[in-house]
Each structure stands twice: as C-alpha cells, then as structure tokens.
C-alpha cells in the first residue's frame, strides 16, 4: 500500500463552522505533512509531523490545528476560517524527513463561504 | 527573486516531441525532487536525486550540483504527461531542520 489517503475530496463550510481534513498512510512512515496550494500556485508548507510530534509549524495562524493522534494518522483542525484560506490542502508523508521520497495525497479542496 | 526558478512556465508539444523543462535554484541544496501535478491535486514525485542522472521509463531527470541546475526530460510525449511539473529543493531551515522550497511549476500541453 503506497497511498496516502485524504477524506473528505471537497468541503464547503462557513466562517463560524468547525471541520477537520484526515490524513491516512499505511506505509510505515513516520514524517507526516500538511500543505496548502493556492489556485496555479506551488504548495506552501504549513506543518510536518515527525514521529508523532509537532517539528515545524511555518507561522500558519491558530485556526488551522493540526494533530497526529499516531503514527499513521493526521488531522487536520478548522474553525472560524476565512474565505481567503479556500485552497487545495495536501497531506503529504516520508519515511523519516525531507531526506525521503515523498508520497502526496490527492487533497481536500475546501471553500469558505 | 525566487529561490527555485523554473522554465519554461508553460509549454505546448506535439505527441512525441522530447520535451526539457529547467530548474535553477540560488540556494545550497541537500536534494532536489521533481513532483507531478494532475489536474484535479494529486502529486506524484517522480524523482528524488543530489547528482548525475535518474531514469525511470520515458523519463530522465538529471542534476548539476555546480551549475545549480537541474533539467527533466520526457521522451516520446504522450498527452497523458499533460500536467503541472515542479521542481523543489531541499535546503537547510532555522533550528537544523530543512525545508522543501518549491519552484512555480511548468505547466505541459501534449497535443494528440
């Protein structure tokens, strides 16, 4: 299994709702990361995860919460987002860091209304 | 001035043209990737390389540490390779932790 897997595909949600992105891998690896891309844009780094633990966190504001509840998981938390925050959100993961291959989901493209 | 410097920005081909698509970057790199991009989000990375020369079927990604120039090549295009194709660097971050700096993508057309 090489996949990492995004749920959901789309999401819609207004300024005051609170959602979240999932982020699944079976691949055994233990860097895990979240991107935002920005329509004809390259991705931007917002978090990565290393063994379970918060190792970057690229000053992305405080209504973006990320979690890793274990190894193969990551969430990510919304709440009172704004319209300009509508983009493409990539999961990404590697077996250790940067130093590997990456392995890229297909993304939650989320609008806020 | 960007870090990471892609060209060109967008190309058009005819079906089996070879195809070359540049990245210069200013920066010191540890590794640099070449990632595909579909329409519709999902990346695949296609090559992961710090010198010389990778192949994988039709395509062929090579890397000049001291030029700071990396080019990808696609031989025999098909336009199931019509996607977006970024070039991004590793390099060194505050706190010894790296970071992947991405280039703005060349966006490929292979007409049928």
């Known amino acids: 299994d090489t996949e990492v897997t995004q749920t959901p595909k789309h999401l819609v949600m207004g300024m005051t709702n609170k959602k979240s992105l999932k982020c699944e891998q079976h691949?055994?690896?233990?860097?895990m990361y979240w991107y935002k891309q920005k329509a004809k844009k390259p991705p931007e780094l917002m978090f990565v995860?290393?063994?379970?633990?918060?190792?970057i966190n690229e000053s992305v504001p405080s209504r973006f919460s990320p979690e890793c509840p274990n190894s193969s998981l990551l969430n990510l938390h919304l709440h009172a987002l704004q319209p300009e925050d509508s983009a493409l959100y990539l999961c990404?993961?590697?077996?250790?860091?940067?130093?590997?291959?990456?392995?890229f989901g297909s993304g939650t493209q989320l609008s806020v209304l | 001035k960007n870090e990471v410097e892609q060209s060109p920005q967008n190309l058009t081909a005819q079906e089996g043209e070879f195809i070359t698509i540049n990245c210069s970057y200013s920066?010191?790199?540890?590794?640099l990737h070449w990632l595909q991009q579909h329409p519709g989000g999902g990346i695949v990375s296609l090559f992961m390389?710090?010198?010389g020369k990778k192949k994988h079927g039709r395509l062929i990604a090579t890397i000049n540490i001291q030029e700071k120039h990396s080019s990808l090549h696609i031989t025999a295009s098909h336009p199931r390779d019509s996607a977006v194709y970024i070039c991004?660097?590793?390099?060194?971050?505050?706190?010894?932790?790296?970071?992947?700096?991405f280039g703005k993508g060349t966006k490929l057309t292979v007409n049928p």
């Open positions: 990404a993961s590697s077996r250790t860091g940067f130093v590997e291959k990456l392995f």
């Open positions: 691949m055994g690896h233990r860097a």
């Open positions: 995860y290393s063994y379970e633990k918060l190792s």
């Open positions: 920066v010191g790199i540890s590794a």
């Open positions: 390389l710090s010198s």
């Open positions: 991004a660097v590793r390099r060194g971050a505050q706190g010894g932790s790296e970071k992947l700096v």
